[in-house]
Nanobody, 118 residues
Framework: QVQLVESGGGLVQPGGSLRLSCAASGSIFNINVMAWYRQAPGKERELVAIMPRIGGAQYADPVKGRFTISRDNIKNTYLQMNSLRPEDTAIYYC?????????????WGQGTQVTVSS
C-alpha cells in the first residue's frame, strides 16, 4: 500500500502563494499517476492537477496558468499555487494511482486546508 501525507496548507491573502507538498511512502514504485484534488465545503471533490507517468501535466481550467504540479523525486510531489483566489479555498488532497499488471488502486492523503481570505 501507499501512504500519502500532505503539508503546506494554511491561510493566505488573495493574490498570495502557497506550495503544497505530498510525501509518498510504502509501495511507491508502481505509482502510475500523481494528482492533486480539492474539495470545498458543500461541493464535490474535483481534480486540480494531474501528472501521469507518461505524458505532460494537466490542469483544471480554474487553475490553469496559476498552479503547477511537479515532482523532484519518486516520493515528493508538489503543487505550487500562485495568484490565489478566495474560490481556491478548499481541502487539498494528494492522490496517486498504483497499477500492477491489471490491478489499479487509488490512494488519498488526509488533506490539507487552504484558505484564501483577507
Amino acid at each position: 500500500q501507499v501512504q500519502l501525507v500532505e503539508s503546506g496548507g494554511g491561510l493566505v491573502q488573495p493574490g498570495g502563494s502557497l506550495r503544497l507538498s505530498c510525501a509518498a511512502s510504502g509501495s511507491i514504485f508502481n505509482i502510475n499517476v500523481m494528482a492533486w484534488y480539492r474539495q470545498a465545503p458543500g461541493k464535490e471533490r474535483e481534480l486540480v492537477a494531474i501528472m501521469p507517468r507518461i505524458g505532460g501535466a494537466q490542469y483544471a481550467d480554474p487553475v490553469k496558468g496559476r498552479f503547477t504540479i511537479s515532482r523532484d523525486n519518486i516520493k515528493n510531489t508538489y503543487l505550487q499555487m500562485n495568484s490565489l483566489r478566495p474560490e481556491d479555498t478548499a481541502i487539498y488532497y494528494c492522490y496517486c494511482n498504483v497499477q500492477i499488471y491489471d490491478s489499479s488502486l487509488d490512494y488519498w492523503g488526509q488533506g490539507t486546508q487552504v484558505t484564501v481570505s483577507s
